[in-house]
């Protein structure tokens, strides 16, 4: 039991990192006022670049940076369609979401020539799990020792990333005094119009964190979960990771527990324990299907409120005039 | 030119030029890709409209889009972002493929209007249920129908392997209908008349949807209920101001937009494969946004970019035979490009091309 429940929190973590880059993204350019619907295909493209190039050069950084690249360009395309062009956001980000689905596979196919998929990328081309120092001697320790052994220790660099990510994100939006110029943005941005501050420059800003960090979210799926990239990887992560993130009320520790709280589903779906112990109350002939839809299911549920109202940013959505 | 002819010029031009843009972009990659866009276009062109095989493709195609391009449409109008025309399309094609399978053996133009109420009651509350938690608890449609269709594509996977299935069949299908309860293909309905043309997938329910694309355009301009619809989604202040509904009116968009998104089914299902199937649906209802806000949420508009699109998508499957370099899912980039310059970026060239009509017009 025990060990089981050892497996399913590592799991959890290893699964929470998408959702942790992604949802740290969107606070940021959700508190700026930019709606991000758009961090799906930011992890789309970023897997299919980091995979890609990672392949290429046989290095796993080189991938990463590349996928930063991509999330770049895709927040910059948003940012400047929303910001500079004021059309409407939400459109914005279903058409880079779409552009991405096609995009990747389109490109994988003429590049590789395997039906959406890259080539398996070799040990030194993708983010290997690192034992963390003392993990070996720490075991005998009851507890702890199993905790930092199997939970902690033995990810890839990316996990230990995008968990840093969260107290980051924190520090910026509510420490700095860039971060207070983005909540202000994102509130009221007339008055920080009056200031002397320029809001769009500051809601660009926020985009280029927001495309750095969508960009990463997908490099640990093709580089560091899989070895590949594969058609339709992100299957609908990136709008899980916006839904955690209004869920945790666009707070970045909040948001972090709610992937790992939709991460924790994903773990356990698959575990025959689980299995056994549903199978009295859902006919079995249901059950693989209710287990399969619960995490989406559930996004449904917390996003609908049931677990207290969220208030979005006042001026989200709103591409800022000063004729106004 | 008074101001109602210069307004449609400036809309149709400012439409045409998003569009090129957009081709622009695509040609771009097709380049990259070291093929030669001029070569792909002139492939495409042929293969959509070059034989009679290739139109009836082309317009079998459109049928679907117009479905789903007033699915999104009518939301649209009501202030909504719906993008769960996937999902409601292949939850209300499972409502049709059921009526289908159950009473096989009774005449067609009893089973399908049942279809039609089948494909409307399951779309519809594949629909409704966003529509409802949208309303009521400000959940964000966008995110709440992409779940949905998630949650429409497990459903029908276990349905199609567990339930569906014919116990000696290996493949996650459903049996055949009876013959029965198919609609007449095209050149079936052509030859009633003495004409005969090539066969293919283009069926009755073509006529079907062009009658649906009326009945929308009635709907949304020419009744109450469509104005109520109109104003929600236009001011919802005033909308409450007025003593409409938003509530009800959101909940009703998405019911319609569901069944409509529906009809694929019956296109697909009960038109062209004759059983319920896998991903009948895949990539029509994302194709539908594209094909709505280019045809700018207008049923002729609709008709013309559902057209379009069922020319790429006829001339795309033509263009990946010819050269294998360019992916079917060419068409998926297309419609991305198409969405950001004709719906994103809408007003990237309106100034000029106002002055433009202005300068015409003295």
Redesign the interface.
Known sequence: MWNDLLLILDATLRISVPFVFAAMGGIFAERSGVID?GLEGKMLGGAFVAATVAYWTQSAWWGLLGSIGIGIIFSM?HG???IT???????????????????T???A??WF?MG?KTPQLSREARFMSIELPYAEEFRDIPILGDIYYEIISGHSILVYIAFLMVPVTAWIIFKSSFGLRLRATGENPLAVDTTGISVNKTRYQALLLNGILGGMSGAYLSTAHLAFFVKDMS??KG?IA??AM?VGKWRPYPAMFACLLFSFLFAIKDKPEVFDLLKGIVPV??L??FL??SP??L??IF????VG?AVAPKAIGQPFSKEK | MNEGHANTLVVTLVTITNLLLAFLVSGIVIWVLGEDPWFALKTMLYGAFGYDEGLGYTLYYTTNFIFTGLAFAVGFHCGLFNIGAEGQAYIGGLGVGLVCLWLENWPLWLVFPLAVLASIVLGGLWGAIPGYLKAKRGSHEVVTTIMFNFIASVVMVNLLSHVLRPPKEMSPESREFGEGVWIPQMHEIFEWFGIEITQTPLNGTFIFALICLFLVWRFIWYTRWGYELRTVGTNETAAVYAGISVSKNIIIAMVIGGGLAGFVGINEIMGSSHRLMLNFQAGIGFTGIAVSLIGRNHPLGILLAALLFGILYQGGAELSFEVQAIDRHMVVLIQGLVILFAGALENLFRPQIEQFVKRLAT
């Open positions: 619907f395309i400047y369609a929303s062009k004021r059309g409407n956001q939400v459109v914005s980000c279903v058409a880079i979401n779409i552009f991405a689905m096609g995009l596979v389109v490109l196919n003429a020539g959406g299957a609908g709008y916006l839904a209004i002939k249901l693989n299907s399969d839809m989406y299911i996004t449904v996003l609908a409120g049931f109202r």
